[in-house]
């Protein structure tokens, strides 16, 4: 096996990254193979339970209320719509459903309590439940915890430097805060990050610092390419190149040889091939569906195509990590506190976000 270190600087991680490619190549499959099964994929499906209307400045976001996308908001989805979203994802190869809320962090009171019911649902489908809620606090871990979440997935999306230039309205340290409560937790960590946002490869670096000093790793690992959604402060991006997707991905595996490492949006953008190389570099899991949250994503029986041609497997639910056990609603032992966290607001000026702002109130 090779060694698991929580101890990587920004100079051995920027040191694999610009390794020749056919390199680091190699070394990110070595260490895939020590650690993997290489012909296995994990496969999640994405829902958007709660969908835009959202509150946050993220400048990649198509949800940000405060920009001019074309997404349509919608309330909170019931139970029975999200079990019959469900059984589909199931029927179609996954074995986890992960579930998006556009929301700055989740607020005790209904929707939650109905957020919880459609974790119990899921999990008694013996699926795999995520959930990305936005921040959350101890006790609002451990109540998904106990409902039998299985993950949850809280990216840190950059270096600490380059989010400043991204996110204004919560600061770096807020995300770090969040994956620790849910590490207080039995559920498993999901984060990582979206490259092509106009960051160097230093903050490439140093989104990977962060992640892969976190003492235990996460368990999954998605990496995003940005889709550049019109209205957005981000529109005009350039699409990433694959070789920056590949090398990327496989520094990813060499520094946290353990995590699954999701493709994960900006897949419409990559060939059969390119994600082949991917696989290849390490990556061992996707989303899957015809819609990410808001923006397309390939059609699921392409995918599976793409695996058989590849000679990969479909992953089966809870290979990593027994169930968790669901306690019912009447049968919780923690009690809601109805807290009212002090998340930060930096509030600082990015530009470009102002002017995104700025056009909307225009029209
Ligand atoms: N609202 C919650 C939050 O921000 O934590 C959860 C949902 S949010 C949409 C989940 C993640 O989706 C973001 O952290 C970001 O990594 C990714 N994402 C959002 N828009 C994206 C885009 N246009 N391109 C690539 N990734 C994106
Ligand atoms: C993650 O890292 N990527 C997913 C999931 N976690 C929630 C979301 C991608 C969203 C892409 C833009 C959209 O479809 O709205
Ligand atoms: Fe809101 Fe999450 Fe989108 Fe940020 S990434 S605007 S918090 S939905």
Redesign the pocket.
Known sequence: MSEMRHNWTKEEILEIYNKPFMELLYEAATVHRLHHDPNTVQVSTLLSIKTGG?SED?G????AARYHTDVEGNDLMSVPQVKAQALRAKEGGSSRVCM????RNVKDGEEFDQVLEMVRTINKLDMEVCC???MVTENQAKRLAEAGLYAYN??L?SSEEYYKEVISTRGYQDRLDTIDNVRKTNVTVCSG??IGMGENIEDRAGMLVALSTLNPQPESTPI?A??A?EGTPLEDQEPVSIWDMVRMVATTRIVMPETQVRLS??RTQMTREGQAMCFFAGANSIFAGDKL?T?PNPDVNEDMKMFELLGMKPQKPFTKKVQPQTVEAQDSQIEALGEKPRWTRPEHKIERNEAARALRKQD
């Open positions: 959202c993220c990649y976001c198509p949800q998006g809320a556009a929301w990305t809620l936005g809280h990216n999306d990050g979206i995003n940005l889709v959604v949006a900006g949250l923006t």
